[in-house]
């Protein structure tokens, strides 16, 4: 691993975790700053920049934890990956966890009870936008749709668990593009 | 103790199987934590979400963060408890990332553009895109035995909740608000009209 100068684990810790508190808005939000920082210090080649994020994004995982294990372990191996990785949850886990610890004196507050009345539907409406969103832009040949569909209602309707459908899919998906090459190679 | 392992279990499996980040985490989470186990009611769960949305860091992470210490808090009524549950639930989270990306360092220049992996892709994408409407549905849905489907009334009491969810698709659909600010603006609704 030939990085510019041996990065000290602390820096990598401190430069994740700024990254990690001051994105508000989960993973994608993350995406620029962490770009930023590398061009900035020059720890990653900026052409690898894009296939780092496209990595991370098809590993299972958050996209902001797998970037700082990805850049982590380029820069400094096994420790530096740790110290990402760290750097970039702890901010949050923090807070997180002071807000549960207060909140949970506070739920039958009045004043709490009718602020998240307000809250609940638009919850759900925000997780159905980048869902449409994710749908339009991803879902491109013919049997998408069917698909998306079909474990829509598996899930919500049957109550069968996601973990069990991605690994249907997976199995099916995998078989099919394997008799695909083969048929090609033929 | 066997709680903490549920949980860590659990958690492990959603972080294994999140394909496409925070949102398909969060149908995970949702299904296992709600629908499975039910550690927390739909409309506990959406409160997790919310606060989870507006502080600052990845949405899967402060979500399942919350939930372990809720879960354990909400058994045991201990906040010492309560921090190692949402220690063992973050911390499960992260490890199959870890492990995984670990594999796809090493192996990445071969991954890319590999036809078996892309056509395995092919497949998870619309699939996730499910996950995350039924996700949505089932925040405002109950489906019982048989047929029998109900509204979640904790997260829609009256027609102003649909108000609530019709403004606020319409704003960040097309009026491309923050979720933060969205969130942030019905709370001050929501204490104002209620």
């Not at chain 1, 110290?83 to 610890?101: Q, R």
């Not at chain 2, 192996?107 to 995350?132: D, H, Q, S």
């Not at chain 2, 949505?136 to 609530?164: H, Q, Y």
């Not at chain 2, 019709?166 to 659909?173: C, E, K, P, R, T």
Request: with cysteine.
């Amino acid at each position: 691993m030939t990085a510019p100068g041996r990065v000290s684990l602390l820096r990598l810790f401190l430069v994740f975790a700024r990254v990690g508190a001051f994105t508000i808005g989960g993973g994608y939000a993350m995406i620029p700053l962490i770009e930023a920082e590398m061009k900035k210090r020059k720890w990653i080649p900026v052409e690898e920049l894009p296939d780092i994020v496209a990595l991370s994004q098809s590993a299972p995982g958050l996209l902001a934890v797998n970037i700082s294990i990805f850049a982590g372990y380029r820069l400094r191996g096994l420790p530096g990956a740790i110290a990402a990785t760290l750097g970039a949850t702890l901010p949050s886990f923090l807070m997180i966890l002071a807000i549960a610890m207060v909140f949970s004196g506070f739920k039958d507050n009045p004043w709490v009870i009718k602020a998240f009345r307000g809250v609940r539907p638009v919850v759900v409406a925000l997780i159905l936008v980048p869902m449409i969103k994710m749908a339009r832009s991803g879902n491109r040949s013919w049997w998408a749709w069917p698909l998306s569909a079909a474990a829509l209602i598996a899930v919500s309707v049957l109550g069968i668990s996601p973990v069990w459908i991605l690994l249907c899919v997976a199995t099916v998906a995998y078989t099919l593009a394997v008799m695909r090459e083969k048929g090609g190679r033929r | 103790m066997t709680v903490f392992l549920q949980l860590f279990f659990t958690f492990f499996i959603i972080g294994a199987f999140t394909i496409g980040g925070g949102y398909a985490m969060l149908s995970l989470i949702q299904a296992e934590v709600v629908t499975q186990h039910h550690w927390l009611s739909e409309s506990a769960f959406t409160d997790i979400v919310a606060v989870s949305q507006m502080t600052p860091g990845p949405v899967g992470i402060n979500t399942a963060t919350y939930v372990g210490y809720e879960v354990i808090y909400a058994q045991s009524g201990s906040h010492f408890l309560g921090i190692l549950g949402s220690l063992s639930t973050t911390l499960a989270l992260v490890l199959p990332s870890f492990l995984i990306m670990l594999l796809v360092v090493h192996f990445y220049t071969r991954m890319k553009g590999n036809p078996i992996y892309e056509g395995v892709m092919a497949g998870l994408r619309p699939t996730v895109v499910g996950l995350i409407g039924a996700a949505a549905v089932l925040l405002t849905l109950r489906f019982g035995p048989g047929l029998d489907v109900s509204l979640v009334k904790e997260n829609f009491p009256d027609w102003s909740s649909w108000v609530f969810f019709g403004l606020a698709f319409v704003a960040s659909y097309w009026g491309k608000f923050s979720p933060i600010l969205l969130i942030v603006l019905s709370a001050a609704a929501g204490l104002i009209l209620y």
